[in-house]
């Protein structure tokens, strides 16, 4: 089975540009949760789509914006780009049907907002 | 506010001897904990998990145990391989939460040959 991918793998942009990040989850699989990942913060959660659907949301900014798509596949948006957005934006796929499930991640997107 | 709380930044150990990770974390509702494994220029991958009604899980080399009313769970590799050298993130989810976990700012594990 094909794992998690996610593109582009790296990425650089101008303080207020709007960049897309896509992911693909494992075929099959209808969760795909977003995280931001920072020096010092850890892995901070964005939100969770399941079946095209939000399930879930984090505490961050309206200008960050997902969406799903029929085939699982996802997209997250980040408009209005600030230097603090730069990080590393992992996708994380699961069946997402009985919570507490393992989470599959792909290697991410490298942002960097200069 | 860090409702999973990972105080060591960092931690060496001698190859062939235990490593243990610290973990911590302060919000009641979790009722399950996750450790993940990342090496540079990966996404996380799974290790281990335990639900809060296991004090304790197995998985070959590696144990996790966990301490509701301390509120603390700690990971244990034994015996530590060079391999195991990657950043370690404790996590935690709550049924409710669907796939939302929340993570530890991780712990750099180096073991050295």
């Known amino acids: 089975k094909a794992g998690v991918t996610q593109t582009p793998r790296y990425l650089i942009k101008t303080r207020g540009q709007q960049v897309t990040l896509s992911c693909s989850p494992i075929?099959?699989?209808?969760?795909v949760s977003w995280y931001q990942q920072t020096p010092g913060q850890g892995l901070q959660f964005l939100f969770e789509?399941?079946?095209?659907?939000?399930?879930n949301k984090g505490n961050f900014p309206g200008r960050f914006s997902g969406r799903q798509f029929s085939n699982s596949r996802s997209e997250m948006n980040v408009s209005t780009l600030e230097l603090g957005d730069s990080a590393l934006y992992l996708c994380?796929?699961?069946?997402?049907?009985?919570?507490?499930?393992?989470?599959?991640f792909g290697p991410g997107t490298r942002l960097l907002v200069l | 506010d860090q409702q999973v709380k990972q105080n060591s930044p960092s931690l060496s150990v001698q190859e062939g001897r235990i490593s243990i990770l610290n973990c911590d974390y302060t919000?009641?509702?979790?009722?399950?904990f996750l450790w993940y494994k990342k090496y540079p220029a990966e996404g996380p991958t799974f290790l281990i998990s335990?639900?809060?009604?296991?004090d304790k899980n197995e998985d070959g080399r590696f144990t996790v145990f966990l301490n509701k009313s301390a509120k603390h769970l700690s990971l244990h590799i034994v015996p530590s391989q060079p391999g195991d050298s990657a950043v370690y993130f404790c996590?935690?989810?709550?049924?409710?939460?669907?796939?939302?976990?929340?993570f530890g700012i991780g712990t750099k594990l180096q073991v050295i040959p």
């Open positions: 996590a935690a989810g709550y049924v409710g939460g669907y796939q939302k976990v929340t």
């Open positions: 994380a796929s699961s069946s997402g049907l009985a919570g507490r499930e393992t989470q599959y």
């Open positions: 335990i639900s809060s009604i296991k």
């Open positions: 919000n009641s509702m979790f009722d399950y």
């Open positions: 075929s099959g699989h209808r969760s």
């Open positions: 789509y399941f079946s095209e659907t939000q399930r």
